[in-house]
């Protein structure tokens, strides 16, 4: 599995999100974060921005998840 595979797999539409427990949620929160320093750091240190759309469509992964797990009720 390559790395444009891997972070389809990570960007997920918010009905898929509502279906996970509160632990998936996390975590997933956590595999997204992982993902966007990596592509902040490519960045970074080449000064090109390779995938700008990718790095936006994590960015919003983390706030649906952020808010889910508001909305849950759950302390991070």
Known sequence: MNLYQKTQMIIMHINDLR???????????DEIRFE?????RK???TGVASKKVKQKEMKRSVAQIL???KEKGVQL
């Open 43 to 45: 960045i970074a240190s």
């Open 67 to 69: 808010t889910l797990l």
């Open 19 to 29: 279906a996970l427990s509160n632990d998936a949620l996390k975590a997933k929160l």
């Open 36 to 40: 966007l320093g990596i592509e902040r």
